[in-house]
């Protein structure tokens, strides 16, 4: 069978890192490790993708305290995987020491953190003070931490603010074509990308539950066995949508609002997850759900 195109590109992408994965240099290293797991991750390949994780945590622990990169790269890991933050203090310690374009990237680690224990507001306050630093100079960090305020914004209920950003998001994306943020955090996105994409751009829209597919499989085979919390991998992309809002409390009628879709077909999709959980209702869905 002929590879699909993101299939050819993330393994052009992990053999370009492999050269570097265990340089000299931290800088070379660090992000060799941080590139090669994202890619083997969505080519399905956990067991590549958990030792170029683990590197970046072992380089950490062994390192000085004031050493810049090593704790930087730690603390990816635990963010991707929703694990506690590893060496926060020691991160915030040398974050004014962090190049610019690194900076940016940092600030997306401790927005996430504080979304996952439900610090909405405080989650947002980060991403917009990383925003006025720098404004939108860096494209990829800037993609990342729009995507983590529609995110917030998403779990606030401020719907129209959420697509707002999205978008916005999405226009600094365009132009080198990457999409493969919004892939990642599709789940977290609470149904965003339908809203936003399914009806209107379609190719974008295709393209970015092709992404989810294929990252968020490798995902759950690394997440599951070292969290030993099993999230839902038999739900079509929208059942999972319809069941993250569902499960933070979100009405059949918000939802039906949000995807421009009926409440019957939201009952629709909800019965078919839980058939698929084995669950008998929305009480239920919070142990297969992100967190």
């Known amino acids: 069978m002929k590879p699909r195109l993101g299939e050819t590109r993330h393994a052009g992408t992990g053999r370009g890192a492999k050269p570097y994965l265990t340089s000299d240099a931290p800088a070379l290293r660090v992000t060799a490790n941080l590139i090669s797991a994202y890619a083997s991750l969505s080519l399905g390949r956990t067991a590549p993708a958990r030792k170029c994780l683990q ?25 991707l995987l929703h694990l506690s933050a590893y060496r926060t203090q020691s991160l915030g310690d040398i974050f004014a020491q962090l190049p610019e374009g690194l900076r940016l990237c940092t600030c997306h680690m401790p927005a996430h953190r504080h979304h996952l224990d439900g610090n909405y507001e405080r989650s947002v306050g980060i991403i917009h003070g990383a925003q006025a630093m720098a404004g ?25 603010e959420a697509k707002s ?18 892939g990642e955090h599709h789940g977290l996105l609470s149904g ?8 209107d751009y379609p190719e974008d829209y295709r393209r970015a539950i092709d992404i989810t597919h294929r990252f968020s499989s490798g995902w759950r085979r690394l997440h599951g066995p070292i969290t030993e919390k ?4 038999n739900l079509t992309t929208t059942e999972f949508s319809v069941a993250m809002l569902i499960n933070r409390g979100w ?8 995807l421009g879709v009926s409440e019957n077909t939201i009952k ?8 698929k959980l ?6 239920e869905l919070g142990q297969y759900m992100l967190r």
């Open 165 to 182: 950003v999205f978008m916005r998001t999405r226009q600094i994306a365009l132009p080198d074509g990457l999409i493969e943020g919004f």
């Open 192 to 199: 965003l990308i339908e809203a936003c994409l399914k009806r």
């Open 230 to 233: 099993d999230v839902a991998d």
């Open 55 to 79: 590197r970046p945590i072992d380089d950490a622990e062994s390192a000085a305290p004031d050493e810049l990169l090593p704790a930087f790269g730690a603390c990816v890991p635990s963010t």
């Open 268 to 275: 629709y999709h909800l019965t078919h997850a839980y058939e």
């Open 251 to 258: 009405t059949n009628h918000e939802v039906a609002q949000l």
């Open 278 to 283: 084995h669950i008998r209702g929305r009480k």
């Open 136 to 160: 939108f100079a860096y494209v990829i960090p800037g993609i990342y931490l729009g995507i983590m305020e529609s995110i917030d914004l998403m779990a606030l209920k401020r719907i129209d």
